[in-house]
């Protein structure tokens, strides 16, 4: 599937939100995709469902801009049907990037780790949180492992660990190559 993207929950919420400046661009880049070539991983539009599913059970009123926002999702959804989950294929990129992650970034106690979760892995100085997201992960692997264009407006220093080990990896020779965009610019 070369030359086909993979959007993160990120850069659908935006195409969502005509009020957002990035908007348009994001937009823009979409057209010139063309829905042929744009797919959804499922772990996105399951945050996202989710996201709207909080809402529901709180039971308070929407305003008239969510409830605008929920159909614009739902149209997004059903303009791009294509979803794209974690399966067999994310695997082996997942183990790869994950176990890197964890030799960089983690506390060794013998045998074992002490974080058992990526956002619970910590600056080994300062003991701040790096702000890795299991969900970001899982997303990533999704794109390394049919090669599609990872599309993102999640430039944390989280995502940006995951990316870099995912670079170096990739110049390690390891079977993961991941190509980044940003359509906010």
Same mark, same amino acid.
């Given at each position: ?8 929950? $990120? ?43 909080? *809402? ?53 106690? @013998? ?10 892995? &910590?600056?080994?100085?300062? @003991? ?12 990533? &692997? ?8 990872? *599309?993102?407006?999640?430039? $944390? ?15 390690? @020779? ?12």
């Amino acid at each position: 599937m070369a030359d086909t993207y993979l959007l993160d929950n $990120n850069v659908i919420s935006v195409a969502a939100r005509p009020g957002d400046g990035r908007h348009p661009r994001v937009i823009e880049h979409l057209r010139a995709a063309a829905e042929d070539y744009v797919v959804l991983p499922a772990m996105a539009v399951a945050e996202i469902e989710d996201g709207l599913a909080r *809402v529901d059970a709180s039971g308070n009123p929407l305003p008239a801009t969510a409830i605008a926002e929920r159909e614009r999702l739902r149209q997004f959804f059903n303009d791009y049907p294509v979803r794209i989950g974690f399966d067999e294929h994310a695997i082996e990129p997942y183990s790869l990037v994950r176990s890197r992650l964890w030799i960089d970034l983690a506390t060794k106690n @013998g045998r074992r780790w002490v974080e058992k979760l990526p956002e619970e892995l &910590c600056d080994r100085i300062t @003991g701040q949180t790096l702000g890795i997201d299991e969900r970001d992960l899982i997303i990533v &692997c999704t794109a390394i492992a049919y090669n599609l264009i990872f *599309v993102t407006l999640d430039f $944390n220093p989280g995502m940006q660990r995951i990316v870099s080990t995912v670079l170096t990896l990739q110049s390690e @020779g390891k079977p993961v190559a991941l190509t980044v965009e940003n359509w906010s610019t």
